[in-house]
């Protein structure tokens, strides 16, 4: 049946084009949500569909469990037939999938894709059977029940308490095309109850539970949910990948590496390309090592924007925290499967490679096993060499000072004491305590005071001659260094390891904080519920105040804000909007606006804008460090496809609705048409058998007749008028042959028009007319009705098309009396009679009806008196748009 | 006829439909077997074998169109439907209906429309390689068509369009069958290049192209070739 053209569904036609051309078949999966919804019925059913309209279609195996109606459905399809497998003396029947390949259909059907296949089989389970199916080309329909999925297995079990041992990987239904069996859950418990339903084992024991009406609505809610995801999933693959349809190789997978160098962007873009070229997905990646937390804004801001151009582009994005780069990537990239890894070879000189060894050469030398690495030079070189500079760390606090002079002069009385007893003649080595100690827990600065301040009293009063801070023995210069140099080397060790658990620290809370806003998105299905949660866990990571705007009615209106209501001054919306519009970040720390105490990012999913997001700070700093924008730009991302899915979720609801809506409609006009024509049809039917049986009655009997027609007529016409009022006309447009149309219709009302002499004029290279076919004949009908109603019997009835300035003008012009004065307009009204033209009966609705219709498809209707001769004339005007001209020949 | 009378299933679930068809197709020498709703009919199939079936799609336990995929190649199928079902008239046809009938409908209609069903279905005879209508003579087999005697060139789309209507005389045929047919896969919505062939086919072989015998068009659905009677 022809539902409303769903607007987010392709059309199915281009698409079966599109699977033509590729190589693999397609998979197509009925989904249910328990047994005995009716997969495989449906399945068969549109199977036989299929095979009317001649697609090659054949069964590889389908289970009736024995239910009539499936195995009626089976009759007329062409079965393969299933191959025998022994195993302990049983025989095994299972797919014959050599025969299937052999046989070469275009479709097979394949009941229950998480079957597991006896011992002995090719494959162990039948959906390796389908992958080999769809490998080869064939397009495959198969049949699963929800619980079967992998991902869902313990979900539902958990609700349950049937644990199913036949499990399917996720990724089966990701490329396949999903249709949802559905039925309400007390329908299936009344099938069961009427044991239509084939339970199977591991079922059966717990029967009682499982199929309750509790269990079954929380089923259908997965399957629905579940396909709903995968409609969404497959949309956003289909937009990202730029309208690219295809399946993904689940196994391959492009990585790039990046760092903060600009020469990233070319590195991504690289990477995007070559995985568009073999349709795989793709990935950047940036390996934090401790070099990382030590660069500058304008370091962190190139990288950010990298990161963010990956994202644009489709990629996914990631940061990897790693002691070094080499092992981050070559780690990074074995767990994500990668097949190719692209990285960029800076011109270093040789010297510095010699010292640091090049990455490259090491993932050449085996670290990436069994990937084809891409090496792009990048012209830029590594700018500054911060790795080797030294830390100085702050300038340290007073108490560090003072707690390291006292230390020192604790010591000094300490070794004052020990020298007295004269023994132990070099103290020297006493003071690396408090060195060592400054150093490492204050900096290098602390610690090089203290070395100093050691030196001294070291000197001054240990040192001969003593209590003068010359020095007389080389020796003791030697310690003087030594001194400074473990203040120097000991401070760079414990700054450098201070700054490891910093980082370890950081990333480890910054994983955390995206997994968890991760899994707290996917739980949220209202748009508002999502905007409030945005602000609140991006506020509440990068520590400051946070607000979400996106455009409404009345443009950029402010929808969520954390901690408490915010206020946004003009400059602050003004910077908003330009981000929204600019797709660019704008206000404070950025480069546009700058005056806004606010940071505005847009939030995006692909190449459409949805918001803006706003971070400011209550104690005046600047809203977002510089080493937060990544995260920042990361959890804008993850936030941007969470509004898109909700959006698409609410979308997809609306267009369910509406079509429920629509049925409902469509439904109940059909049924009163129904109720209403039955009886006409009898009594119409048993009076044309009344006059063969009684031909001395054939007069009243054809009196009958005709009052049924018309009252069949009027039926017909109040339904036309209900649905016009009720919208509910779901016109088709097609290219329509104005000569063939009117001859169809003059050849209908034959007998209507038996008193007139009836001409249609419609010059041979008047053009076709896109119209609603039925709609069109309709007006057709009821112009030529009204025509033979007032015109005078035994004159002319002429249609007659013509062009004219703006279109073209169909014309029913008739020989009657003509229409008065001023009625043009109110004869189109509902039951609009004209003063004394009730002779012939009629119920005022038959032009109505034709302006209705023509409304209906874009026309326009008008009523005139002729000018060349006495009568009516009616005119549908088709202007331009409605018109096609015949192909040159 | 009467030796061995052919055998019509109705399949209806109105009681006074039923008795309406009976009477009728009783009286015009067939078999008349009932079926109210689609199980009987499936039954009433494999038991009565009947040659042809009217069909209500609207039946109490399923919807009609399902049954027409089973019974269509067993038997030659006429859906009976309201005039505003195009839709369903369309599925029906392409499901593999061999005709409809539009309610109310006409006893001789309905009769009509029977006699050609069954005439297709004969087995092939030469008919099924030359069809005439009126002083038209298409050639199946030498792909030639002739208007009283004369050979009439068609190009090669025309053609196709035609033989395709020839090939199963006055039966409707939608716009989907005839574009895949001629046309081939991937065409199914250019309607516009079936009007194209269709003026042209008129053009060159009815008498008086504004009053068309040979084809007639079913708005919205498709095209059937008349039949002579």
């Known amino acids: ?889 | 006829m009467s030796a061995n009378p052919v055998t019509v299933l109705i399949v209806d679930d109105e009681p006074a439909i039923r008795r309406l068809f009976h009477a009728g197709l009783t009286r015009a020498g067939y078999r008349v077997v009932e079926a109210a709703t689609a199980r009987e009919a499936m039954a009433a199939l494999d038991i009565d074998k009947p040659e042809v079936v009217l069909l209500d799609l609207g039946l109490p336990d399923r919807d009609g169109l399902e049954l027409i995929p089973l019974m269509a190649g067993r038997t030659a199928v006429l859906v009976v439907s309201a005039r505003d079902e195009t839709a369903q008239k369309i599925a029906a046809l392409d499901l593999g209906a061999d005709d409809y009938v539009a309610k109310p409908f006409d006893s001789e209609e309905v009769l009509a429309r029977i006699r050609t069903a069954l005439r297709r279905r004969l087995p092939e005879g030469p008919a099924g390689q030359q069809v005439r209508v009126g002083a038209v003579e298409i050639d199946l087999m030498a792909r030639a068509v002739r208007k009283a005697g004369t050979e009439v060139h068609l190009t090669p789309k025309e053609y196709g369009f035609l033989a395709e209507l020839a090939r199963n005389p006055g039966r409707v045929i939608t716009h989907a069958q005839l574009l895949r047919a001629v046309w081939g896969p991937g065409h199914d919505d250019d309607v516009e290049y079936l009007r194209v062939a269709a003026r042209g086919v008129r053009r060159k072989l009815e008498d008086k192209p504004s009053e068309p015998i040979l084809l007639r068009n079913e708005p919205g659905v498709g095209y059937r070739l008349t039949m002579g009677d």
């Open chain 1, 1 to 889: 049946m022809n539902l409303p053209d769903n607007p987010l569904r392709p059309d199915p036609d281009a698409l079966l084009r599109a699977a033509a051309r590729e190589e693999r078949g397609r998979l197509k999966v009925f989904l249910g949500a328990a047994p005995g919804v009716g997969k495989t019925y449906e399945m068969l059913g549109e199977g036989a569909a299929r095979r009317a309209a001649g697609t090659d279609v054949v069964v590889g195996v389908v289970e009736t469990h024995g239910r009539a109606e499936t195995a009626a459905r089976l009759r007329g399809l062409e079965i393969v037939p299933l191959q025998r497998i022994a195993y302990e003396g049983h025989a095994l029947e299972e797919m014959d999938i050599d025969a299937v390949l052999a046989r070469r259909p275009a479709l097979v059907l394949v009941d229950e894709l998480a079957h597991t296949n006896a011992p002995g089989s090719r494959h162990d389970k039948r959906w390796q059977d389908v992958e080999e199916l769809l490998d080869a080309g064939i397009d495959v329909w198969s049949t699963l029940n929800v619980q079967h999925l992998e991902s869902l297995n313990d979900v539902v079990a958990s609700f349950t308490h049937v644990r199913v041992r036949e499990t399917l990987p996720d990724r089966m239904l990701d490329a396949a095309d999903l249709e949802v069996v559905d039925i309400p859950p007390d329908e299936l418990i009344e099938r069961l109850r009427q044991g239509k339903v084939y339970v199977p084992e591991e079922a059966g024991r717990a029967l009682g539970n499982f199929f309750s009406k509790s269990n079954l609505s929380a089923l259908r809610e997965l399957a629905l949910r579940r396909a709903a995801q995968a409609v969404d999933a497959q949309m956003l693959e289909h937009v990202r990948a730029h309208a690219m349809a295809g399946t993904w190789a689940a196994s391959d997978r492009v990585v790039v590496a990046v760092s903060e160098q600009r020469a990233g962007m070319e590195l991504v873009r690289t990477a995007k390309r070559l995985a568009d070229a073999q349709r795989v997905p793709w990935t950047a990646v940036h390996i934090e090592t401790p070099r990382t937390a030590r660069l500058d804004a304008a370091d962190n801001a190139q990288l950010a924007e990298t990161l963010h151009l990956a994202a644009q582009l489709g990629g996914q994005v990631a940061s990897v925290p790693a002691e070094s780069v080499l092992a981050g990537l070559s780690q990074f990239a074995a767990e994500a499967r990668a097949t190719q890894l692209v990285v960029g070879k800076s011109s270093r000189s040789r010297w510095f490679e010699l010292r640091h060894g090049s990455i490259v050469d090491a993932l050449v030398r085996g670290r990436g096993h069994g990937m084809a690495l891409y090496v792009l030079p990048m012209d830029t070189p590594p700018p500054r060499r911060r790795a080797h500079d030294l830390h100085l760390g702050s300038w340290g606090t007073m108490g560090g000072y003072l707690v390291s002079l006292g230390l020192t002069l604790a010591v000094t009385l300490a070794g004052a004491l020990i020298g007295s007893s004269g023994t132990i003649t070099d103290l020297g080595i006493i003071y690396l305590v408090p060195v060592m100690l400054a150093a490492t827990r204050y900096g290098l600065r602390t610690g090089i005071v203290t070395g100093l301040a050691s030196s001294l009293a070291y000197n001054f009063f240990f040192i001969p001659p003593t209590h003068t801070l010359t020095i007389e023995d080389p020796r003791n210069i030697v310690t003087v260094l030594v001194l400074l140099g473990v203040a120097i080397f000991a401070s760079q060790l414990a700054a450098r390891v201070r700054e490891h658990a910093l980082q370890a620290q950081a990333s480890a809370a910054r994983s955390n904080a995206q997994a968890g806003f991760a899994r707290l998105l996917t739980a949220i299905s209202r748009p508002e519920e999502l905007a409030q949660v945005l602000c609140a866990e991006i506020g509440r990571i990068l520590g400051g105040n946070a607000v979400l705007l996106m455009p409404g009615d009345q443009g950029l209106t402010l929808h969520a804000s954390w901690p408490g209501p915010a206020h946004l001054e003009m400059l602050d919306m003004a910077a908003a909007r330009w981000a929204f519009e600019n797709d660019q970040p704008a206000g404070r720390g950025s480069d546009t606006l700058t005056a806004s105490e606010w940071l505005f990012h847009p939030i995006a999913a692909g190449q459409t804008c949805l918001g803006v997001f706003g971070l400011s700070r209550s104690d005046a700093r600047a809203p977002v460090r510089p080493d937060q924008l990544p995260l920042l730009l990361s959890l804008l991302d993850q936030g941007g496809l969470a509004l898109e899915r909700i959006a698409l979720e609410a979308q997809m609801a609306e267009l369910v609705q509406v079509r429920e809506r629509d049925r409902l409609r469509q439904t109940l006009l059909s049924s009163v048409s129904h109720d209403l024509r039955t009886p006409l049809t009898t009594m119409l039917g048993s009076l044309a058998e009344l006059r063969a049986s009684e031909p001395a009655q054939a007069g009243l009997l054809a009196q009958a007749r005709g009052a049924g027609e018309r009252l069949h007529r009027f039926v017909g016409n109040l339904l036309d008028m209900v649905r016009i009022e009720a919208g509910a006309l779901h016109g088709t447009t097609e290219p329509v042959d104005l000569a063939e149309a009117v001859a169809a219709v003059l050849e209908d009302m034959r007998a209507v028009l038996s008193g007139y002499t009836v001409e249609a004029v419609i010059p041979f290279d008047t053009p076709m007319v896109m119209v609603d076919p039925q709609l069109f004949q309709h007006c057709l009908l009821n112009l030529l009705d009204n025509a033979a109603k007032h015109g005078d019997p035994g004159r002319e009835i002429t249609v007659h098309a013509h062009r004219t300035a703006s279109g073209i003008d169909l014309d029913v012009l008739d020989a009657g009396p003509g229409i008065p004065e001023g009625e043009e307009e109110r004869i189109f009204g509902t039951f609009a009679r004209i003063e004394g033209s009730d002779r012939k009966g009629g119920s005022g609705l038959g032009l109505a009806i034709v302006k209705g219709f023509a409304q209906a498809m874009g026309l326009t209707v008008s009523a005139a008196n002729r000018e060349d001769a006495a009568g009516a004339r009616f005119t549908l005007h088709f202007d331009h748009d409605h018109l096609k001209e015949w192909p040159e020949e």
